[in-house]
């Protein structure tokens, strides 16, 4: 199964969709300033929440412990990207997180919510349909040019819901990433995963362009996620598939 949402310009704060398909790429900023500090990539090593040869993703954590902004830069001394915010959570979680690091090459990939607690908290004394709701993302950054782009996730939820996440994710050295959510219906959440894929291509100095698709849907494998160049493979069902992403 396959179903393509078209493309949409995606540049560093602002993303041009037409309405039709509205539901392909959010914002890219969802609450974050993108902020650069001054200082040497390595300099954060020994703190850092991801180290790869090519990229690191550190935290920078606000006076008293109020949030923590995670940054994401090109070793050994590239300039420092902005990736996302994070804030102490309670019973019902956190209303602001940024997690579920991976990197490729000179990319990273990170997972970023809004208001999952205040969801949780609505839910436990009233039916979530009724609640606001809460919003999940990936954040893809090229740390060698700055370039972004922010895809929507549970896009198909027509109701406030909880979901699973972070989610299994694959990212790809040559401009593509792949993860995995829940299926979705105006029930809420199903059990079946849903495979979604996008490539992206860079539009100007700091724009990129995103194509999500619908890969495949099922008992997929979350382990078997991975990239061979533009290929994709999975596991479903105890078969392997393959698919070239252009």
Known sequence: MRASLGNSAVTGRR??????????VM??????????VSSSCDAHR?????VTADVLVYPSRLPAGAATIYFACRRPAGAPEE???DRPGSLYGSDATTGGFAAAGTEIVAQSSRGVATLAMCARYTTA??????????????TANGRRAALRMYAGLRSPALVPF?????????????????SVSAAGVG??????????????ETGVLAARSLIDVGAID?????????????????????????
């Open 222 to 246: 979350p382990s078997s996620l991975h990239f061979t160049g533009r290929t994709l493979t999975w596991t479903r069902a105890g078969r392997i598939r393959h698919r070239s992403l252009s």
């Open 46 to 50: 020994d703190r850092a929440a991801l």
């Open 15 to 24: 993303v041009a969709t037409p309405a039709a398909v509205a539901a392909c």
């Open 129 to 142: 349909r009724r609640c606001p709701p809460a919003r999940y993302w990936l954040t893809v950054i090229d």
């Open 166 to 182: 972070p989610v299994p994710v694959a990212l790809c050295a040559q401009q593509a990433v792949a993860w995995l959510e829940r």
């Open 83 to 85: 990736v996302g915010l």
């Open 27 to 36: 914002l890219c900023s969802c609450g974050a300033v993108h902020r650069r």
């Open 191 to 204: 059990r079946r995963s849903q495979l979604w894929a996008a490539t992206l291509w860079p539009r100007d």
